[in-house]
C-alpha cells in the first residue's frame, strides 16, 4: 500500500513539473509573439512615417516646381511666337533625324575638338619653356656684349651702303671671284709668316740715326737672302709694270 502511495505521488510530481513546463513554455512564446508584433507595428511605423515625410517633400517640391514650370512654359510660348510660321514640325524632325545620322560624324568632331584642346595645351606649355629659353639666350649674349658687336657692325654696314653706289656693288660682284682668291692666298701660312717678318723688319731700325753707308749696302748686296729679296723685289715690281692703268671709278 506504501509502495503504491509512493508510486502516485512520483506520477503527481511529474505531471506537476510537466504542466510548469508546459505553463513556462507557454509564457515563453507569449513574450515572443509580442516582441514580433511589437517589431513589426514600429517596423510599420516607420515606413508610415518616412511615406508621410516622402509626400510632404513631394507636395513642397510640387509647390516649387509650378511657378518655375509656368514661367518656362510663357517664356516657351513667347519664344515659339516670335518665330512665328517660319518654324514648322517637319524641320524639327528633319533636324533630329540629321543628327541621328550624324552621329559619328559629331563624335569624331568632339574627338578631334579634344585632340586640339589637348595640342593647344602641350603648345603653351612647350611656348613658355621655349620663351623661357629664349630670354635665358638673350640675356647671356647681352651679357656677352653680342647685342653692342650688332649695333657697331649695323654701323659698318650703313657707312658702306652710303660710301658705295651701285655701280660698285656691281663691280664688286664681278671682282668677288678675285678678291676671294686673293684672300684666300695672302692668309696662306707662308704669306702671312714672310709679311709679318717684313713688318718686323721695317720696325727696326739697326743703322742708327745716320742711317746705312754706302760700303754697309754695298756689303749687304753679298747677302744671298738680300739677293733673294732683290729678286722678288723685281719680279713684283715687273708684274706692276704689266698691269693696265686707267682712270679710278669714284
Sequence with gaps: ??????????????????????????????????????????????????????????????????????????????????????????????????????????????????????????????????????????DRMEQDGYFTFARGGWRIVERIVSEFGEEDINALGDNIVTILTTVRNLTQPEIMAMTNNALGALQTDASGEQGPTLWALLRDLSDPKVRRGMARLLNMVKILADQPTGPSKN
Excluded at 510530481?13 to 508546459?22: F, G, I, M, N, S
Excluded at 507636395?59 to 516657351?76: C, F, Q, S, W, Y
Design 1 to 138: 500500500m506504501d509502495g503504491d502511495l509512493a508510486l502516485l505521488h512520483e506520477k503527481i510530481d511529474l505531471l506537476t513539473t510537466t504542466v510548469e513546463a508546459q505553463r513556462r513554455r507557454l509564457e515563453l512564446l507569449e513574450t515572443s509573439a509580442n516582441g514580433q508584433l511589437t517589431a513589426k507595428l514600429d517596423y510599420l511605423v516607420a515606413q508610415a512615417e518616412a511615406q508621410r515625410r516622402f509626400q510632404d517633400e513631394m507636395g513642397e517640391l510640387k509647390r516649387d516646381i509650378v511657378p518655375i514650370a509656368n514661367h518656362m512654359i510663357k517664356l516657351t510660348i513667347d519664344e515659339l511666337a516670335e518665330v512665328g510660321s517660319e518654324f514648322q514640325a517637319e524641320d524639327l524632325l528633319f533636324m533630329l533625324k540629321r543628327l541621328l545620322r550624324d552621329t559619328r560624324l559629331i563624335v569624331d568632331g568632339l574627338d578631334r575638338l579634344e585632340s586640339m584642346a589637348e595640342l593647344f595645351d602641350e603648345t603653351q606649355r612647350l611656348s613658355k619653356q621655349v620663351f623661357n629659353q629664349a630670354v635665358s639666350t638673350l
